[in-house]
């Protein structure tokens, strides 16, 4: 018994000393390990599969912060992995994403659709797409245009698309209800687009671009596109005829009312007064007036990009101006510059029958001068 139970008692004490021996010189070969990879042996780290998504994670981390200083309003923010539909997909690794808004508040995968025509684009490829930024509650502009020159979806043999871009409607008491209006108008014109961004004058920028994000996304196979206004009287076989030249490019074009040399407000009391710290230069690039500028559809997924790294201001135009520049590209004129015309002093049928864009005064105007201008008999 003696035997047995030292023969027990020193086996038990020796073999916890073994185990820790061992479990020491472990530690000291995997503390050795780890410091000879972080220092001499990094050409060899580097070609392992966590040193390569550790590059992807810092060089995604230090794109999305390229703008930190812009602010983003909290209801525009989003998390980055809820953003979907994009153009490339986001980094494939496991780490979970930060939350935070994306690049700077004019950059539209900040925002998502909450009604978007998918299909529109899929039934006939458009050989053009006329996007019309409109407010929401703006429906009498809408069914103006409807009746007018978005009326008909061939035009001189092409097919034609025409769709109204919306904000949120900010305010009132019948929010809910108007949403509810937008959804039937657009069971029954199915022409509506709408994102969650707010529906604002300032906010045209936004707009604008979350346009260009639905153009490069949702119908990347049309041969052209414009952005025109809600109160333009648009002469669309004028257009199309235009862009049926075989001078006119089918890539890096844009054309309209162009602005040379126009120099940026710094009068706080203009609606166009854009600070310097907004944008410091004192004059903008060349554009295309708002009003209605043309462009090859390859751009729109250009214009995301870039706006990646311009600085967002509230003039929209302007913004595409420099989005252009940015891209080394620079608008054009069009074959026949007089055709794209901001403001008339009054109606006259032969005139009508030779511009592409006029600025009207009411939709009411829209109305009686197409009508004039199609009745039959020659305007001239």
Known sequence: ?????????????????VTFQILFLLCVAFTTLCYTLSTSSLPWLESLQLHKHYNTLFRWNN????????????????????????????????????????YHKAYPRNYHFIMDNTEVCKTNTPF????????PRNVEARDAIRHTWGNNSVVQ??????????GLSGGGDDVQQQQAKLNEENLQ??????????????????KTMVIMDWLATRCPTAA?????????????????????????????????????????????????????????????????????????????????????SVKPFNIEDAYIGMCMKKLGLAPRSSPDPSQFRAYNTKYNRCEYSKIITYILGSSQELINYWTDLKKPGPPC
């Open 63 to 102: 794109t999305v912060n390229l703008q930190p200083s812009y602010y983003v309003h909290p209801k525009h923010r989003v998390k980055l992995q809820g953003i979907s539909e994009t153009t490339q997909p986001p980094p494939t690794f496991s780490t979970v994403a930060p939350t935070g808004p994306q």
């Open 157 to 166: 043999g092409e097919v034609v698309l025409t769709l109204f871009m919306l």
């Open 224 to 308: 052209y596109a414009m952005k025109i206004d809600s109160d333009m009287f648009l002469n669309i076989d004028n257009l199309v005829m235009m862009l049926q030249k075989p001078e006119i490019p089918k890539k890096n074009y844009l054309t309209g009312m162009l602005m040379w040399n126009r120099p940026v407000v710094r009068s706080k009391d203009s609606k166009w007064y854009v600070s310097e710290d907004m944008y410091p230069e004192p004059v903008y690039p060349t554009y295309t007036l708002g009003m209605g500028y043309v462009f090859s559809n390859d751009l729109p997924g250009k214009y995301v990009e870039a706006s990646k």
């Open 128 to 135: 053009l797409v006329l996007m019309v930024p409109v407010a």
């Open 1 to 17: 018994m003696g035997d047995l139970g030292g023969s027990g008692v020193n086996g038990l004490k020796r073999q916890p000393a």
């Open 189 to 206: 014109h199915h022409d509506l687009i709408q994102s969650d961004f707010m529906d604002t004058y300032l906010n045209l920028t936004i």
